[in-house]
Every structure is written in C-alpha cells, then in structure tokens.
C-alpha cells in the first residue's frame, strides 16, 4: 500500500525559506519520478515540480522557477522541495505525488502540508 506523508509546513513571513519533506513507502521509491503539487485556499490543484527516479532534471511550473529546488534521497526514500524567497502567493497546501507530472492529479498522494507565508 503506497504511503506518503509530508512534513515540513508551517507560517513564514515572505521572503522566507521553508523545507518540505515526503517520506515514501509501500513501493520500490527508487524506480518512479515523483512530483510536488499544491492547491490554495479556493483553486484546484497546481503542479509545481518533478524528478525522474534517480534525481537528476526537475523542472518546475514558471512561478516558482529559481526559487523552488525539488530533490530526493533514495536511500532514505525521502522526497524534498526546498523554498526560497516565499511569497503570499506560494500559501497552499502541498502534496508529494507518486508518479511523473502527468499524474499530478490521479497519481496516489499524501495528507498534504500547510504553507502559509504572511506578515
């Protein structure tokens, strides 16, 4: 049974940096890309970034390019989206997704994480 379960969240005035995490189980980590989705408060579900199974090439959604850097660690079966230079806007709750970015919305997902960046 695939598990996901995110951690990391929380209140960060803008320009602040948070580090969210996605420990994964129930399935062999290492052999899919995994992706980070995120839906705020009225709006339906964003993606916003993705990685191949070994790590290397995320891409990102044009709004948080340059300041969102996705990663993992298949050793610890640890999913990563490290942010920077938070604004309001990036005020969601963020979800880790089995699967590449085409299954943003379909792929198996965690309870999520609430970031919220106000003053």
């Known amino acids: 049974q695939v598990q996901l379960v995110e951690s990391g969240g929380g209140l960060v005035q803008p320009g602040g940096s948070l580090r969210l995490s996605c420990a994964a189980s129930?399935?062999?980590?290492?052999?899919?890309?995994m992706t980070w989705a995120r839906q705020a408060p009225g709006k339906g579900l964003e993606w916003v970034s993705s990685?191949?199974?070994?790590?290397?090439?995320?891409i990102y959604t044009d709004s948080v390019k340059g300041r969102f850097t996705i990663s993992r660690d298949n050793a610890k079966n640890t999913l990563y989206l490290q942010m920077n230079s938070l604004t309001p806007e990036d005020t969601a709750m963020y979800y880790c997704?089995?699967?590449?970015?085409?299954?943003?919305?379909?792929?198996?997902r965690g309870q999520g994480t609430q970031v919220t960046v106000s003053s």
């Open positions: 997704v089995k699967g590449a970015k085409q299954y943003y919305t379909t792929g198996p």
């Open positions: 129930g399935f062999i980590f290492s052999s899919d890309a």
């Open positions: 990685i191949n199974n070994i790590g290397i090439g995320g």
